[in-house]
C-alpha cells in the first residue's frame, strides 16, 4: 500500500526503497533471475529477495504465475508444507480441466500433456495425487465409450513386492520417517513415497493426523511434527558420553568437566540443556517436570563444585568454638570469599556468626561485648556518667546506652531511677556462654 502524501511503500525506509528501486525495474519488466539482477545492480541477493517478499510479494506471484492484487498478496503462500503448490496448480492448471472434460476424452494423458506443452510422466503425478476423483472419471467414461486402452491399472504386483516391507514398517512403526524406512529395506526413497501416496492414502494420513498432534510439543523421546524422535543422534550422544558420566557423578562445573573431557564448552551446555535439563535442574536445586517451562529465577544459582568445597568447613564452624577465620584458615579457605558464600548460601548460620547467648537467654555480639566490658563493669557498681565512660574508653556515648537497652533493660531501668544503692549490691551477671 502505497501513502499518496509521499508517494512511496508505507513500513519502508526512504534510502531501502531507493537503494533497490533498479533492480526492482528489472525484476518487474525482465524474466532476468535474482542472482542476475543483483549482480548488475551489485546489491545484496539476501536483501534484494526479503524486499521483494515483503513489500512487493505481488509481483513474485505473478512471476510464479500467480495473479493476484497487492492486498490479497500476503494471504498467499508460495511454498506450503501439504499439498499442491499454488504456482504448480497455476501450471497444471489448463490441462488438468482438460483431462477432467469429455471434449478430452479421447486423449490420454500423455497426449493432453503434449497440447499444453507438459511432461507426461508429471501431469500423471499431479492427478494420482492431488486430483485422483479426475482418473475414476476418465476411467468410467473411456470404458463406457470403448475407449479402453487395454492397459493395466492399479498397483503393479511387483511393485507391491517391493515396497511391501517398508509398508509394513511405517504401520508398525509411527515414529520411523519414510526416508529412514526406504533405507532399511533399501528402496528408493522418492518412489516409496509416492507409492504410498498413491496406494496407500489412509496410512499417510494417518501419519499426518499424528504429525499434527505433536506440533510444537518437543518431549524427549517422543514423536515431533517432523515424524522423527525427538532424541539426539547416536554420534552426539557417543561425542558427550564421558563428560555426561562426570556431570551425573560428580560435583565438578560444566566448564571444567567440557575442558577435562576435550569437547566444546557451549556445545556441552547446549547438550545439557537440551536433552538434560533433569540433572542441571537437579544440580540448581529447582523442581522439574517434563515438557514444562523452567522457572530459572526461582532459585538463586547453586554451583556444587563450590558447595562440595566448602561443606566441611561449614560443617566444623556449626560445631562452634572458632570463628569464621580461624575455619577459614584450618580448611586453606580465603576468609573473605568463605564469608562470602555463607552470605548467600547459608544466611542463617552467617548471621548466627560472632553471636553469643547471656545467661537470660539473649543473643549479643560478642565483639561488642568485648568493647563495652569495662564500661559496662563500672556503669553496674559505680554512679560514673555515660559521657565520662565514653570518654574515657573511647567509644560513642549513645551507642553505648542504645546497647545497654538493647542486652540489659533491667539494668538501664535502674540506672535511670538514679541512686548506686538499687544496683551496686545487685550488679548483673555479665557472664556471656561460650
Keep these: 500500500m502505497k501513502d499518496n502524501k509521499c508517494n512511496r511503500i508505507r513500513g519502508c525506509k526512504p534510502e531501502t526503497e531507493a537503494k533497490y528501486r533498479p533492480a526492482l525495474e528489472l525484476y518487474a519488466t525482465t524474466d532476468l533471475s535474482y542472482v542476475e539482477i543483483c549482480r548488475q545492480c551489485g546489491v545484496s541477493l539476501y536483501g534484494f529477495s526479503c524486499y521483494i517478499d515483503t513489500y512487493h510479494r505481488h509481483l513474485m506471484l505473478k512471476r510464479n504465475g500467480i495473479k493476484c492484487s497487492q492486498e490479497e498478496a500476503n494471504s498467499i503462500k508460495i511454498r506450503q508444507r501439504r499439498g499442491q503448490h ?84 511405517l504401520r508398525a512403526d509411527r515414529y520411523i520417517t519414510v526416508q529412514d524406512a526406504a533405507k532399511r529395506c533399501n528402496v528408493s526413497y522418492s518412489g516409496l513415497e509416492q507409492h504410498l501416496i498413491f496406494y496407500h492414502k489412509e496410512l499417510v494420513e494417518n501419519r499426518i493426523k499424528i504429525r499434527k498432534q505433536a506440533v510444537k510439543q518437543q518431549c524427549k523421546g517422543k514423536i515431533t511434527g517432523r515424524g522423527t524422535v525427538h532424541a539426539p543422534t547416536p554420534e552426539i550422544i557417543e561425542k558427550y558420553a564421558e563428560a555426561l558420566h562426570l556431570y551425573r557423578t560428580t560435583p565438578t562445573s560444566a566448564r571444567k568437566i567440557a575442558k577435562q573431557t576435550n569437547v566444546s564448552i557451549k556445545g556441552f551446555y547446549e547438550y545439557l540443556q537440551t536433552w538434560h535439563k533433569d540433572l542441571v535442574c537437579q544440580r540448581k536445586g529447582i523442581p522439574y517436570e517434563e515438557g514444562k517451562p523452567v522457572d530459572w529465577s526461582s532459585v538463586r544459582r547453586y554451583n556444587p563444585a563450590t ?73 553496674t557498681t559505680t554512679n560514673e556518667s555515660v559521657k565520662s565512660l565514653a570518654r574515657r574508653f573511647g567509644f560513642n556515648e549513645c551507642s553505648f546506652v542504645q546497647f545497654v537497652k538493647r542486652h540489659f533493660p533491667e539494668l538501664h531501668e535502674q540506672r535511670r531511677k538514679g541512686g548506686k544503692e538499687n544496683f551496686s549490691h545487685n550488679p548483673v551477671e555479665l557472664q556471656i556462654e561460650q
Design 86 to 169: 499454488p504456482e504448480t496448480h497455476a501450471k497444471y492448471r489448463e490441462a488438468i480441466a482438460a483431462c477432467d472434460s469429455m471434449d478430452y476424452i479421447g486423449y490420454n494423458i500423455s497426449q493432453i500433456a503434449r497440447e499444453f506443452g507438459l511432461n507426461g510422466t508429471n501431469l500423471a503425478r499431479q492427478l494420482r495425487t492431488h486430483y485422483p476423483e479426475v482418473l475414476e472419471f476418465r476411467e468410467r467414461a473411456r470404458q463406457r465409450l470403448g475407449l479402453n486402452d487395454g492397459l493395466p491399472r492399479g498397483t503393479r504386483p511387483w511393485c507391491k513386492e517391493q515396497y511391501a516391507k517398508a509398508v509394513e514398517l
Design 307 to 379: 558447595a562440595a568445597k566448602y561443606t566441611d568447613a561449614i560443617a566444623r564452624l556449626k560445631e562452634g568454638g572458632l570463628t569464621t577465620a580461624q575455619v577459614a584458615a584450618e580448611f586453606s579457605l580465603h576468609p573473605d570469599c568463605f564469608r562470602q558464600y555463607l552470605k548467600e548460601h547459608e544466611p542463617e548460620l552467617h548471621a548466627s556468626l560472632g553471636m553469643k547467648k547471656t545467661e537470660n537467654g539473649k543473643t549479643v555480639s560478642a565483639k561488642s561485648m568485648e568493647k563495652y566490658k569495662e564500661a559496662l563493669q563500672l556503669y
